[in-house]
């Protein structure tokens, strides 16, 4: 097992055990925002309802979060049972380990960001319409349900750019498997602080 980690080696642990459960708060928040998002208005005689399911970039967006939400509670459950036994010795065995939780993390990542950024598009589209083919805004007939989506988009923005800080972390950890202390096997193909 590696020696006891020094005090930088915890605080690097400390913030990503910190961003995975942002991303996993976040995240959680943004789903059920949208989710849980619907409108009723009346227009003379018919009855219209505005849900989330109606924009597809919005199913994507809470499917996106839901998954990132899974993952970032395993991931944040791995951080934790690394600190709580002692300085954070649970050790990365293999560079394969390393490779499975930097490439989840940059899925997570890209995942997130291209699902966010679609449902950001596709809301900016209902919000403001498309004047050259006549398409007219619809937030000014559903301000609520505008205004609840804009709130989940705005978690699903934090909880995203958390994802790509976790991404960083996750690169620095596998990458410096690859360089520094060559000399000792012991300490050839093993992370410290996972």
Do not use: H
Request: charged share 15%; aromatic share 10%; with cysteine.
């Amino acid at each position: 097992m590696a020696a006891m980690a020094g005090p930088a080696e915890r605080k690097i642990k400390v913030w990503e055990l910190v961003l995975r459960c942002l991303v996993g708060g976040f995240g959680a928040v943004a789903a059920a925002l949208v989710v849980t998002d619907s409108q009723t208005r009346n227009f003379f005689s018919l009855e219209r309802r505005a849900k989330y399911t109606d924009m597809k970039a919005l199913v994507l967006l809470v499917a996106a979060n839901g998954a990132a939400v899974g993952y970032s509670l395993l991931q944040a459950a791995r951080c934790a049972v690394a600190m709580a036994r002692g300085g954070g010795a649970l050790v990365m065995s293999s560079r394969a380990l390393a490779w499975s939780v930097f490439s989840g993390d940059q899925l997570l990542a890209y995942a997130m960001l291209a699902a966010t950024a679609a449902a950001l598009q596709s809301s900016l589209l209902g919000k403001l319409g498309q004047p050259e083919l006549q398409w007219m805004g619809i937030c000014g007939l559903y301000g609520a349900f505008c205004r609840q989506v804009g709130a989940g988009i705005a978690c699903a923005v934090v909880a995203g750019l958390a994802a790509v800080l976790l991404a960083s972390f996750s690169a620095f950890n596998l990458f410096r498997l690859y360089g520094g202390n060559k000399g000792s096997s012991s300490t050839r193909n093993r992370a410290t602080w996972y």
